[in-house]
């Protein structure tokens, strides 16, 4: 069930700077323990910095996302901060945030060229060795794709443009980022199912991508999907 906090669920690119479309969101044990895991990474400098939040449609991924990213950036608002402090889920030190956070949606396109085009660079110009540089200038950098299934289902169309490469190489730099370059990745489904119809050879290459990914699976339970709906209802004034 989803974690409708307006009258239209969350777009992630669209809303990313909407910190307020926060204000009402129910604090899930799966939106808890990804945040927790994110966290861990942020602060303790470990090589698990690439996840997948998988989860089926209207699970809450995508405000998972927007929670995550206002706080790993140090700009959630107060009172959200404050329910989180109540759970001992304090704000990031100014030293652990993050000060370049990049946010793309899927689309039938090659991931690579659609990085290039959120960060700014010259599609000529190589990724990997520009956040590397942008790493040695003390940058922490943290990217955020959601419907990541639909990158995934172009890459599984057009194997030979080498976006199962690009996407190896960036959690590859995230493990050894000490926790400066961060990949959160946002999909409905195991990234194997979007690839199956695949030649082996290719299986083989998607199999080790899906060996850097930490897997956090977004399911509600019954009792929080009622209490997101009460909620909501409340917020109109239909309740009784």
Excluded at 17 to 27: E, H, K
Excluded at 139 to 168: C, H, T
Aim: hydrophobic residues 40%.
């Amino acid at each position: 069930m989803t974690q409708i906090l307006s009258n239209r669920s969350i777009h992630l690119a669209r809303d990313i700077s909407s910190a307020d479309l926060l204000g009402g969101v129910v604090l899930t044990k799966s939106l808890l323990k990804t945040l927790s895991s994110v966290r861990k990474s942020a602060l303790e400098q470990v090589n698990d910095n690439a996840f997948a939040i998988v989860g089926p449609y209207g699970s809450g991924k995508s405000t998972t996302a927007l929670l995550l990213y206002h706080y790993l950036c140090g700009t959630l608002q107060g009172d959200v901060q404050k329910k989180l402090d109540n759970l001992n889920i304090v704000k990031l030190p100014s030293k652990s945030r993050y000060n370049k956070a990049f946010v793309l949606v899927g689309d039938n396109t090659s991931l690579n060229e659609s990085i290039k085009e959120a960060f700014g660079i010259a599609q000529e110009q190589s990724l990997i060795p520009w956040l590397e540089d942008e790493l040695k200038k003390g940058s922490r950098i943290a990217i955020f794709i959601d419907e990541m299934g639909k990158y995934l289902e172009y890459a599984a169309e057009f194997p030979n443009e080498g976006d199962v490469y690009v996407l190896q190489q960036i959690a590859e730099l995230a493990a050894r980022s000490a926790g400066n370059l961060l990949l959160v990745t946002i999909r409905h489904q195991g990234l194997m199912a979007y690839v199956s119809k695949l030649p082996t050879t290719y299986l083989n290459e998607w199999k080790k991508i899906q060996g850097r990914f930490s897997d956090l699976i977004h399911i509600n339970s019954v009792d929080e999907s009622i209490k997101i709906i009460y909620d909501r209802l409340e917020a109109l004034g239909i309740t009784s």
